[in-house]
T-cell receptor
Framework: EAGVAQSPRYKIIEKRQSVAFWCNPISGHATLYWYQQILGQGPKLLIQFQNNGVVDDSQLPKDRFSAERLKGVDSTLKIQPAKLEDSAVYLC???????????FGPGTRLTVT | AQTVTQSQPEMSVQEAETVTLSCTYDTSENNYYLFWYKQPPSRQMILVIRQEAYKQQNATENRFSVNFQKAAKSFSLKISDSQLGDTAMYFCAFMKGHGGSQGNLIFGKGTKLSVKP
């Protein structure tokens, strides 16, 4: 069974530029999460999807971050414009509708200079 | 709001010995899960062990076991016969809900474990 795929693995941009991350969850997983992990901290939820609907985006900085999951499968997270404090690892995770285990992708390390 | 606290930023253990990582949490929920995740330098978050709050029996997975004290809101991880491959960041995490109503994971700040030869 293929795991959660993310791309790119690494991205370096200058502040005020835009960037997009892509996630392909495990086939059949209806629930998808994006987490932000700042160096030295635990991951923090940005947004949770159930199929193509948003369940929780209360911690998403909506003035600069956006996310979509149009067909209930792949998801894209965008930052525009990026700030220095957005430097972090962005993790995508998925699970089945009734399962408790979240399966994580390898993450994208973003560096904003 | 739920919080997860890991009070040990770093720990080390000799190979083949036993180590215990501490975690406390705060919640008013009745239905929830607790997890320990391992994150090696490759960044891949890997589930180590899971505990359902309604189960009194402590979860075990091979060399990994937990001490779940629901009243004290404590959830420690014991690693027996430590191996060099256990070197990683370990995160304690909480998720509210049960069945189809689960939420997101709330993580502690992590404990960096080093296993020394």
């Amino acid at each position: 069974e293929a795991g959660v795929a993310q791309s790119p693995r690494y991205k370096i941009i200058e502040k005020r530029q835009s960037v997009a991350f892509w996630c392909n969850p495990i086939s059949g997983h209806a629930t998808l999460y994006w987490y932000q992990q700042i160096l030295g901290q635990g991951p923090k939820l940005l947004i949770q999807f159930q199929n193509n609907g948003v369940v929780d985006d209360s911690q998403l900085p909506k003035d600069r971050f956006s996310a979509e999951r149009l067909k209930g499968v792949d998801s894209t997270l965008k930052i525009q414009p990026a700030k220095l404090e957005d430097s972090a690892v962005y993790l995508c995770a998925s699970r089945t509708s009734t399962g408790s285990e979240q399966y994580f992708g390898p993450g994208t390390r973003l560096t904003v200079t | 709001a739920q919080t997860v606290t890991q009070s040990q930023p770093e720990m080390s253990v000799q190979e083949a010995e036993t180590v215990t990582l501490s975690c406390t949490y705060d919640t008013s929920e009745n239905n929830y899960y607790l997890f320990w995740y391992k994150q090696p330098p490759s960044r891949q978050m890997i589930l180590v062990i899971r505990q359902e709050a309604y189960k009194q029996q402590n979860a075990t997975e091979n060399r990994f076991s937990v001490n779940f004290q629901k009243a004290a809101k404590s959830f420690s991880l014991k690693i027996s016969d430590s191996q060099l491959g256990d070197t990683a960041m370990y995160f304690c995490a909480f998720m509210k809900g049960h069945g189809g109503s689960q939420g997101n994971l709330i993580f502690g700040k992590g404990t960096k474990l080093s296993v020394k030869p």
